[in-house]
């Protein structure tokens, strides 16, 4: 039985992002999932990244203004679909990612166990000032 390593509820989420790649671009891709520590993304066809990559994904909300920003790296690229692990987001992005994840959960237990997890594991987290959409 392979360890499993993740730590973090996923919830299903299908919605549009937008993906800035560090020495590669802009990409529009599609979030499959999310959790509070990273997110499944499918990928433009024939798009090919390297494992590892700095990256930053932004999930426009249905509020013109609200979005999701989480910065990490890609930490697998496997055909249409890379792995984004998250190391930087701001407070008004958690806070939105934590509401999707409770309506999705409809299990407040597990969410508050992932939530107690990331205050823990903050060390590894930096939140910086929330990003403002530029039109």
Known sequence: MPHERRHYVRVAFDAPA???VSGH????????????????LQLPPALSLPQGAPCT???PLMAEEELIAMSGE???VNGPHAG???HTIDLDSVTHLRRIIELHLGDPALL???LQALVSASRGWT????PTIGH
Do not use: N, T
């Open 18 to 20: 937008r993906l800035i």
């Open 25 to 40: 671009g802009s990409f529009d891709v599609r979030v499959l999932d999310v959790s509070l520590k990273g997110a499944l």
């Open 57 to 59: 994904l932004s999930i």
């Open 74 to 76: 890609l930490a697998h």
């Open 84 to 86: 984004l692990q998250g």
């Open 112 to 114: 508050e166990r992932d």
């Open 127 to 130: 939140f910086p000032a929330a």
